[in-house]
């Protein structure tokens, strides 16, 4: 059921995925109680489902729970606890990236990079995946810092861990695979932050080929790097014209995939205002303020009630048997 459900995120069948890890964390806390592997895996898997489904909030708190359950049985010093801390941290940062700071994604970052550096080798790829998310966390916080220059000195830093997690990943992974892509995205973004404009453009068109290359042309992971281009384009390099396109295609994903209430709309809305308004075009910055204002009062109407931690799942009435029944029918 747990697996079953990633298959069908990835092929954005998210309420069949939803239905289903909700099922499987009913059945593994009817099975085994809450205190053991298979129901700290088992949420792990849940809150991977609601990251995905843009249900952040909720997604920490059952991420949060995953992590002292694991803790709880095999301590800090194990690999199970490495990638539990990984899940909160960048749950934590992309909830932070709305919200502000980043004490929280950053302090369990810092765990599970400490647990990785001590049980792994070297040339391990969770190296690269803890190197990657630290980087995130520190382009972000450096573009709180006032000081020149310790903002400076956060954002090579970054760049360091940067070059490092894209190394390790082009030598295991290889150069065409997505995690490969969302590395060189991660360089083009924090190129733009230190105002290194071309290198940007290039390491954004690398990610924009190999994504659509792999995922084809109407995947959310490809909409991320088209307006991460878009915005270079936009804010950065005043090439409006070229600007445009990639902000009504990666919207338009975006608009198929998860509708309007979607959390990424906000900045693409944002871009095509700051683009119309730059290029004096009153009517199409007007529609896309009163499409932000839409976006602003939908996600305020279905903004959801956290998780109960002590109840996370709302009981299911379907049996096992009639929910495999229907993901057989269903396939």
Request: charged share 25%; hydrophobic share 35%.
């Amino acid at each position: 059921m747990r697996r079953t459900s990633k298959i069908y995120i990835n092929t954005r069948h998210f309420d069949r995925a939803e239905s289903l890890i909700k099922h499987a964390v009913n059945l593994a806390q009817a099975l085994y109680g809450t205190h053991h592997p298979v129901y700290a895996d088992t949420l792990q898997d849940y809150g991977f489902c609601l990251l995905h489904l843009d249900q952040v909030s909720d997604c920490l708190v059952v991420y949060d729970r995953a992590v002292r359950i694991t803790d709880q049985l095999f301590g800090e010093n194990n690999i199970k606890s490495a990638v539990a801390h990984e899940d909160l941290a960048y749950a934590a940062y992309v909830y932070d990236y709305s919200y502000g700071s980043y004490k929280k994604s950053l302090e369990h970052a810092e765990i599970s990079h400490r647990i990785v550096k001590k049980l792994l080798a070297p040339d391990h790829l969770l190296h690269a995946s803890t190197s990657r998310l630290r980087a995130l966390i520190l382009e972000e916080l450096a573009f709180e810092e006032d000081n020149p220059k310790r903002r400076d000195k956060l954002l090579r830093e970054a760049q360091e861990l940067h070059n490092k997690s894209l190394k390790l990943c082009r030598t295991v992974l290889g150069e065409e695979n997505i995690q490969t892509a969302k590395h060189y995205g991660n360089l083009g973004r924090l190129f733009q932050s230190m105002k290194m404009f071309k290198s940007a453009e290039r390491m954004h068109k690398r990610a924009i080929r190999i994504k659509e290359s792999l995922l084809g042309p109407e995947n959310y992971e490809l909409a991320l790097s088209l307006g991460h281009l878009a915005s270079l384009y936009n804010y950065d390099m005043k090439r409006y014209a070229e600007a445009l396109p990639l902000y009504l295609r990666s919207i338009d994903i975006a608009l198929k995939m998860f509708g309007p209430g979607f959390s990424g709309l906000e900045y693409d809305y944002r871009g095509l205002m700051h683009l119309y308004t730059t290029n004096n075009k009153s009517e199409e910055y007007f529609k896309y303020l009163s499409l932000l204002q839409d976006w602003i009062d939908l996600r305020a109407e279905t903004s959801l009630q956290l998780v109960d931690e002590n109840n996370l799942i709302t009981p299911q009435s379907s049996s096992t048997q009639h929910v495999l029944a229907t993901v057989i029918k269903n396939i």
